[in-house]
């Protein structure tokens, strides 16, 4: 998995570096795909091969794994990724209980790659805006908050793929979720904006070039 995970990654890093030609664009994001295809047929047949099953009248597995591939490798025009996605496998004694285990978990995989990357983004804004030690302690700090309340203020995600398998009495449960990288974006900047005009330590156009990406 981190092998494919890694060629994917270079096929995308190629496509952003590449100057903007859109031949070499659909080229690019033909090799992904077809990747993509061949290696989530291999992933669907070692699941199944541990018995798991997708539930009835779903996509077969591999169709399944094959599309939240792509997704993982999704861009813009501007290079940014289009989705976070996470993984998620609980065990528990009936299926409702493994589902929800899975899920919360997931969440949690979510909710920490959100604040990293937004913390990551703000960091970098933090020299452009010129901020002073007592405004960079108070945007630093707000961010740490952030990061703390973000799996609660996480909206609705998006399922990928669900599969399941019996473990003697128990289920397993394998679930991928997603979350808009637009809407953690803009999650992040409501959250952050709000929380540093109460402390009214920063400057609107200092908060604007912060809030910047």
């Known amino acids: 998995m981190k092998k494919v995970i890694l060629a994917l990654s270079v096929l995308l890093a190629v496509a952003i570096t590449l100057p903007a030609n859109s031949q070499n664009s659909k080229q690019i994001n033909k090799d992904i795909k ?12 070692k699941l199944k091969k541990e018995g798991f099953k997708v539930a009835p009248g779903q996509l077969p ?3 399944q794994i094959e599309a939240t591939w792509i997704k993982r490798y999704e861009s813009d025009d501007k290079g940014n990724k289009k989705w976070f996605v996470a993984d998620a496998r609980s065990v528990g004694e009936t299926h409702s209980a493994a589902k929800l285990q899975a899920y919360e978990v997931a969440k949690v995989n979510l909710a920490g790659q959100i604040g990293s990357e937004i913390a990551g983004l703000i960091e970098t804004n933090i020299a452009n805006a010129q901020l002073n030690s007592e405004e960079a ?3 630093t700090e707000t961010v740490a908050t952030f990061k703390s309340l973000v799996g ?10 669900e599969a399941d398998r019996q473990i003697g009495k128990n289920t397993e449960l394998y679930v991928t979720v997603g979350y808009s ?4 974006v803009e ?15 920063v400057q609107s156009d ?4 912060i809030l910047d990406f």
Do not use: P, Q, W
């Open 181 to 184: 990288y637009d809407s953690a």
């Open 137 to 139: 302690a108070s945007v």
């Open 61 to 63: 597995m591999d169709k």
């Open 187 to 201: 999650m992040a900047k409501e959250i952050i904006r709000k929380e540093l005009k109460k402390k009214a330590e």
């Open 34 to 45: 077809k990747r993509a295809m061949k290696d989530a047929r291999k992933e669907a047949k």
């Open 206 to 209: 200092k908060l604007d070039k």
């Open 152 to 161: 609660s203020k996480l909206g609705r995600t998006s399922t990928f793929f």
